[in-house]
């Protein structure tokens, strides 16, 4: 589908930023990109039929997942600002434009174009991640380095939770907001600060088959049970991520053990999450991707998934966020402490 009709960013939003920044273009095509993925969603544009190709990690690709893939590097080759980018379905440093034909600010993204691919069938909300890096190049950078990420979520209204570091915004410092896509391709500042409190009472239990033998997980999920948290867990790491963030609190937790294994990739969806967890308030924290490194991990401080340098484009890692002191339990109970 081409891009027509472009959206425009809100006022609330465009008023925040310095207005000299290429950014501003970036974020103008990637919100026309989303806005388009969830209206083909809506329309049945997309397939949830696997194609019978495999993406470089050995993972199954749907329909979904490569007209998505496809929509959003089309919107970073249009925007002109973009050096490099990888996807999850392409992960790969892609050279979209000679760094030496850019002027002013280039900018380097990784994305999963579609987060929960294996529950759109089912109808369930899905969602887009995107991290946004400035300067060229993904490899071996850290999640804190991030200029922007957004978090798009496709249900009942089109959605995105958005993070800008306080670099780019005029009063200096970082925010987290939620945009909505309304008719006529705008979208609205839907809610100008997203905040998230340290303490919580939901939590979002990921890669359950981890408890089976990471006694220090099964633990931890045990704890949350006895303490009566309520549960809150889609099985998409969007929909429940950004329940969170919309109710200003709540934990998710993924860690792994030596039989369920860490999935979530750092790059495409670990760090452009935590990026925008943390400008809310809340707290991140890397956990390793085995079990038997928790030993290792005994006794170090919470290590905020922002710091984790992305050595791999592949790499995977255990992945807990939310609120501050669930995080921190999560860091203690998989410690050992």
Known sequence: EQMAEFVSLPVGLLDRIHQSDELIKLLTYLLEACSLIGKGLRECKFSSEVVGSTNSFGDKQLDVDIKT?????????????????????????????????????????????????????????????????????????????????????????????????????????????????????????????????????????GNLRATADNDNYRRLVQYWIEHQYTLRYSGGLVPDVYHALLKGEGVLSNASSLKAKAKLRLLFECAPIAFIVEAA?????????????????????????????????????????????????FHSYMTGK
């Not at 590097?73 to 379905?89: P, Q, R």
């Not at 089109?158 to 987290?176: C, D, K, P």
């Not at 308030?281 to 390793?288: E, L, M, T, V």
């Not at 401080?301 to 995977?316: A, E, H, I, M, Q």
């Open 69 to 205: 893939d496809k929509l959003i590097f089309d919107a970073l080759l249009a925007s002109g600002v973009v050096s490099t980018a990888s996807s999850e379905e392409s992960p790969t440093e892609v050279q979209l434009v000679d760094v030496n034909l850019l002027k002013g600010s280039i900018y380097s993204v990784a994305f999963d174009p579609l987060d929960g691919s294996s529950i759109v069938g089912a109808n369930f909300a899905v969602g887009t991640i995107i991290g946004i890096w400035p300067g060229a190049g993904l490899l071996n950078r850290t999640g804190r380095e991030q200029s922007c990420s957004l978090m798009a979520q496709y249900g009942p209204r089109i959605t995105v939770a958005l993070a800008i570091a306080g670099r780019h915004m005029v009063n200096g410092e970082s925010v987290a907001m939620e945009l909505t896509f309304i008719e006529a391709n705008k979208w609205i500042v839907s809610k100008p600060q997203l905040t998230l409190s340290p303490k919580a009472k939901t939590f979002a239990p």
């Open 281 to 329: 308030g809340g707290a991140s924290c890397y956990s390793p991707s085995e079990v038997d490194l928790l030993s290792q991990a005994a006794g170090e401080s919470l290590l905020s998934v922002l710091d984790v340098p992305v050595s791999d484009l592949d790499r995977r890692i255990g992945l807990c966020c939310g609120s501050l002191e669930e995080v921190q339990r």
